[in-house]
T-cell receptor, first 115, second 117 residues
C-alpha cells in the first residue's frame, strides 16, 4: 500500500491552454474521487468513479472538464481552455469496500496556477 | 444535501494549552462525520471519524471529537497541543446512504490552528 499518488504536483499554465492531471489510487481501491480546493475553502466534490464507470458529476464540473478512468485503475482529469478561475488544488482520493467506502484516502494534490 | 460550518477560520493557541475547533453540520439525512488534517503542501489525512456507536471518538495523537446529534455538532478537542499540531483542520460529512453510491464528502472551510511556542 503505497498510498494515493498524483502527478504533477505543480502545474503552471497560460490561460487557454489544456492541462491533464493523473491520479493513481491505492491498488485494489475500486472507488476514485476528484475534488477541487480553492484558496480559503474546503475541498469540493467534482466527480466519482466506481471501477471504470463515472457515476456522478458535480455541477462544478463544467464542459471544459473531463475525467476518465479507462481500466478502472489510474484516472486522468483534463481541463481544456483553462481560465484563471481554474487555479486551485486538485485532490484525488480513493476508497474500497474493505476500508469502508465512506473512508477516503487522499493524495498530495496537484496545484494548478493559470496565468 | 449537506453543509458544514466551521465557526473559526483561525485559532492561535499557546503550546501545551487546550484547544477546541468547532464544527456544526446540516443534513436532511443521517451522516458520518470526519475530521481531516492538512499540513502545509500536503494532502488531507484522516484524523478521526464517527460512524456509529460511542459518540466520543479519539485519534492516536491525542485529539478527540464528540458527536452531538441534538446540536448537530462534532467539535474537535485536544487537552494539550504541540508545535507539530500546527496545520489546517477540516470537518466533513458524508451520507449514510447514497443513491448514486458515491458517499462524497462535504467539507467545511477549514480552521487554521497555529500553536505558539
Amino acid at each position: 500500500d503505497t498510498g494515493v499518488s498524483q502527478d504533477p504536483r505543480h502545474k503552471i499554465t497560460k490561460r487557454g491552454q489544456n492541462v491533464t492531471f493523473r491520479c493513481d489510487p491505492i491498488s485494489e481501491h475500486n472507488r476514485l474521487y476528484w475534488y477541487r480546493q480553492t484558496l480559503g475553502q474546503g475541498p469540493e466534490f467534482l466527480t466519482y468513479f466506481q471501477n471504470e464507470a463515472q457515476l456522478e458529476k458535480s455541477r462544478l464540473l463544467s464542459d471544459r472538464f473531463s475525467a476518465e478512468r479507462p481500466k478502472g485503475s489510474f484516472s486522468t482529469l483534463e481541463i481544456q481552455r483553462t481560465e484563471q478561475g481554474d487555479s486551485a488544488m486538485y485532490l484525488c482520493a480513493s476508497s474500497s469496500k474493505t476500508s469502508g467506502y465512506n473512508e477516503q484516502f487522499f493524495g498530495p494534490g496537484t496545484r494548478l496556477t493559470v496565468l | 444535501a449537506q453543509s458544514v460550518t466551521q465557526l473559526d477560520s483561525q485559532v492561535p493557541v499557546f503550546e501545551e494549552a487546550p484547544v477546541e475547533l468547532r464544527c456544526n453540520y446540516s443534513s436532511s439525512v443521517s451522516v458520518y462525520l470526519f475530521w481531516y488534517v492538512q499540513y502545509p503542501n500536503q494532502g488531507l489525512q484522516l484524523l478521526l471519524k464517527y460512524l456509529s456507536g460511542s459518540t466520543l471518538v479519539e485519534s492516536i495523537n491525542g485529539f478527540e471529537a464528540e458527536f452531538n446529534k441534538s446540536q448537530t455538532s462534532f467539535h474537535l478537542r485536544k487537552p494539550s497541543v504541540h508545535i507539530s499540531d500546527t496545520a489546517e483542520y477540516f470537518c466533513a460529512v458524508s451520507p449514510l446512504y447514497s443513491g448514486a453510491g458515491s458517499y462524497q464528502l462535504t467539507f467545511g472551510k477549514g480552521t487554521k490552528l497555529s500553536v505558539i511556542p
